[in-house]
């Protein structure tokens, strides 16, 4: 019975910033690997960000330098700071905890 839910997506235009949250009730949060995918039309979801137990991030190539995935244990939450969009950073964003269904992702529309 454990789920997330992606929350903050919207319309912004280029440039401009987001943050999206997850929330999640899964008890082991704290020492998961947890990270942001996303998909937009006509492609596959991809891994868009990751941080790990001890803070460690990843990041795809694209959004490196723009984006910024963190973490708060006590919530069990994950966010993604997202700066300096681009339309092609257009996508329904989903939230990636291990073992938990995915949810249903919140959608980022950035227009020119």
């Known amino acids: 019975q454990v789920q997330l839910v992606e929350s903050g997506g919207g319309l912004v235009h280029s440039g401009g910033s987001l943050r999206l949250s997850c929330v999640t009730s899964?008890?082991?949060?704290?020492?998961?690997?947890m990270g942001w995918y996303r998909q937009a039309t006509g492609k596959q979801r991809e891994m868009v960000a990751s941080?790990?137990?001890?803070?460690?991030?990843n990041y795809a190539d694209s959004v490196k330098g723009r984006f910024t995935i963190s973490r708060d244990n006590a919530k069990k939450m994950v966010y993604l700071q997202m700066n300096s969009l681009k339309p092609e950073d257009t996508a329904v964003y989903y939230c990636?905890?291990?073992?938990?269904?995915w949810g249903q992702g919140t959608q980022v529309t950035v227009s020119s």
């Open positions: 990636d905890v291990p073992y938990v269904p």
């Open positions: 899964k008890s082991s949060f704290s020492v998961q690997t």
């Open positions: 941080i790990s137990s001890d803070g460690t991030t």
